[in-house]
């Protein structure tokens, strides 16, 4: 299905967001690994979610959907650790690699046989530093073909292990403190800087007794988890492409409601206000009642732009908004320089040369060279035709950026942005009209 945008009128009002997806993953799982009904408000929209709630299902965990007061909430009952029911069907994570880490830690802990697949995306993705951690505990891990999906696990009794990786790895790291949950002794991940805590932030909420220092976490085996509710914050990575948008049409003010801002996830709101862009926060505090992670409302209002350097350490907290950023980079004033794409892995280089890629597709000025992407502007962007990608992320930035270019944008496939956040292009067109 095609998509498209056309310059229009401001960004007014407030925006309400789908739930963190990272959250609402840990929330199902954890939620099916405690004693009790947890019941989950504001949970994630889009493809990844509904294939952890199938999975789950699958594994003969009870998911119920009731509505409160207009609020839906989904209710998980688990009956422990260890509960869930062995089945001979392959269990489909789609091309959700939070679904599939998710699952690895957790099924590494029960004595049973399990089969993961997924699609097209998920099957290139090397799931390899998850399945060495899970052997050295005692779990079997075997491939089809290379490091990826499908693979097969057959559970064991574990033991616990200190794992230290050779790079920041979120998925990674909750699958190994899954794992740790259900091994014997004492678990411990170590990363060389820290990557997201939403998993150990998670766990306390359901009240096993993690301890995090610095960029090391470590936790018991066999804590019991506690059913608890959950309210899921905004998603900030969705965030972004909204207060990308209010920061470059002129005369927007846009407020963001309930977003989720755990410091592990904000760079790209630093990274904004230092090219000039109006950003507020205003926190909400401590007494939300299920809330894991720190709340605040987001305002973004339009401004002229700056060209700002974007060091490598700064970037690594914000790769995921990369395309959006160039965007915003292709209407600032000077050469803005994304540093040491080519450390932090091929995936943010391949993601650099994306970017590059859409931003020069639109008449901007981009490239990567010596390792940076370097985005110059302010350049007067028209309108293009993206060919089909199955990254959400530059699919979803090409469509803000038809909100400043002159001329029609149009995304060919935009079947990734109905996976990733299904209401924002019907809120994109309405809001910009």
Same mark, same amino acid.
């Given at each position: 299905?095609?998509?498209?945008? =056309?310059?229009?009128? +401001?960004?007014?009002?407030?925006?309400?967001?789908?739930?963190?997806?990272?959250?609402?993953?840990?929330?199902?799982?954890?939620?099916?690994?405690?004693?009790?009904?947890?019941?989950?408000?504001?949970?994630?929209?889009?493809?990844?979610?509904?294939?952890?709630?199938?999975?789950?299902? =699958?594994?003969?965990?009870?998911?119920?959907?009731?509505?409160?007061?207009?609020?839906?909430?989904?209710?998980?009952?688990?009956?422990?650790?260890?509960?869930?029911?062995?089945?001979?069907?392959?269990?489909?994570?789609? #091309?959700?690699?939070?679904?599939?880490?998710?699952? $690895?830690?957790?099924?590494?802990?029960?004595?049973?046989?399990?089969?993961?697949? !997924?699609?097209?995306?998920?099957?290139?993705?090397?799931?390899?530093?998850?399945?060495?951690?899970?052997?050295?505990?005692?779990?079997?891990?075997?491939?089809?073909?290379?490091?990826?999906?499908?693979? =097969?696990?057959?559970?064991?009794? %574990?033991?616990?292990?200190?794992?230290?990786?050779?790079?920041?790895?979120?998925?990674?790291?909750?699958?190994?403190?899954?794992? !740790?949950?259900?091994?014997?002794?004492?678990?411990?991940?170590?990363?060389?800087?820290?990557?997201?805590?939403?998993?150990?932030?998670?766990?306390?909420?359901?009240?096993?007794?993690?301890?995090?220092?610095?960029?090391?976490?470590?936790?018991?085996? !066999?804590?019991?988890?506690?059913?608890?509710?959950?309210?899921?914050?905004?998603?900030?990575?969705?965030?972004?492409?909204?207060?990308?948008?209010?920061?470059?049409?002129?005369?927007?003010?846009?407020?963001?409601?309930?977003?989720?801002?755990?410091?592990?996830?904000?760079?790209?709101?630093?990274?904004?206000?230092?090219?000039?862009?109006?950003?507020?926060?205003?926190?909400?505090? #401590?007494?939300?009642?299920?809330? +894991?992670?720190?709340?605040?409302? %987001?305002?973004?209002?339009?401004?002229?732009?700056?060209?700002?350097?974007?060091?490598?350490?700064?970037? *690594?907290?914000?790769?995921?908004?990369?395309?959006?950023?160039?965007?915003?980079? *292709?209407?600032?004033?000077?050469?803005?320089?994304?540093?040491?794409?080519?450390?932090?892995?091929?995936?943010?280089?391949?993601?650099?040369?994306?970017?590059?890629?859409?931003?020069?597709? %639109?008449?901007?000025?981009?490239?990567?060279?010596?390792?940076?992407?370097?985005?110059?502007?302010?350049?007067?962007?028209?309108?293009?035709?993206?060919?089909?990608?199955?990254?959400?992320?530059?699919? $979803?930035?090409?469509?803000?950026?038809?909100?400043?270019?002159?001329?029609?944008?149009?995304?060919?496939?935009?079947?990734?942005?109905? #996976?990733?956040?299904?209401?924002?292009?019907?809120?994109?067109?309405?809001?910009?009209?």
């Amino acid at each position: 299905m095609e998509l498209s945008t =056309r310059r229009g009128g +401001p960004l007014l009002g407030e925006l309400g967001l789908p739930g963190d997806k990272a959250v609402s993953h840990l929330a199902l799982v954890l939620g099916a690994l405690s004693e009790g009904t947890s019941g989950i408000t504001g949970i994630a929209e889009g493809a990844d979610i509904e294939a952890t709630k199938a999975c789950l299902l =699958r594994l003969g965990v009870e998911l119920d959907r009731h509505s409160v007061k207009g609020h839906e909430i989904i209710a998980v009952t688990g009956k422990g650790l260890r509960s869930l029911a062995a089945t001979d069907d392959w269990l489909d994570c789609e #091309d959700s690699v939070a679904t599939l880490g998710l699952l $690895m830690g957790v099924l590494a802990g029960h004595p049973m046989a399990s089969k993961l697949t !997924g699609g097209a995306a998920l099957r290139r993705v090397p799931v390899g530093v998850i399945e060495k951690a899970l052997r050295r505990m005692g779990a079997a891990v075997s491939f089809e073909d290379k490091d990826c999906a499908p693979l =097969r696990i057959q559970g064991a009794a %574990l033991k616990a292990a200190t794992v230290a990786l050779r790079a920041p790895d979120r998925h990674a790291k909750a699958a190994v403190l899954l794992a !740790g949950l259900m091994a014997e002794g004492e678990t411990a991940v170590e990363e060389p800087s820290p990557s997201w805590d939403h998993a150990e932030r998670m766990l306390l909420h359901f009240g096993c007794p993690v301890r995090r220092e610095g960029s090391r976490a470590t936790l018991p085996g !066999g804590a019991r988890l506690r059913s608890t509710p959950v309210r899921v914050p905004g998603d900030m990575h969705l965030a972004a492409y909204w207060a990308v948008a209010a920061a470059i049409v002129p005369k927007s003010d846009l407020s963001i409601v309930e977003v989720g801002t755990n410091p592990c996830r904000t760079a790209f709101l630093g990274i904004l206000a230092r090219m000039g862009a109006e950003v507020g926060l205003s926190p909400w505090g #401590d007494n939300i009642i299920g809330a +894991p992670e720190p709340v605040a409302d %987001l305002r973004v209002a339009a401004a002229a732009l700056k060209a700002a350097t974007v060091p490598a350490p700064e970037l *690594s907290r914000a790769v995921d908004e990369l395309p959006i950023l160039a965007v915003a980079a *292709s209407q600032a004033r000077g050469a803005t320089r994304f540093q040491g794409v080519d450390t932090l892995g091929p995936e943010t280089a391949g993601l650099a040369k994306a970017s590059a890629k859409l931003v020069r597709s %639109l008449g901007g000025k981009a490239s990567v060279r010596g390792g940076n992407l370097v985005v110059t502007g302010p350049a007067a962007l028209r309108g293009a035709r993206l060919p089909k990608t199955p990254d959400h992320r530059v699919a $979803m930035a090409a469509l803000v950026a038809g909100l400043a270019a002159d001329g029609e944008t149009v995304v060919e496939d935009g079947r990734c942005v109905d #996976d990733a956040y299904p209401s924002f292009y019907g809120s994109l067109k309405q809001r910009s009209l």
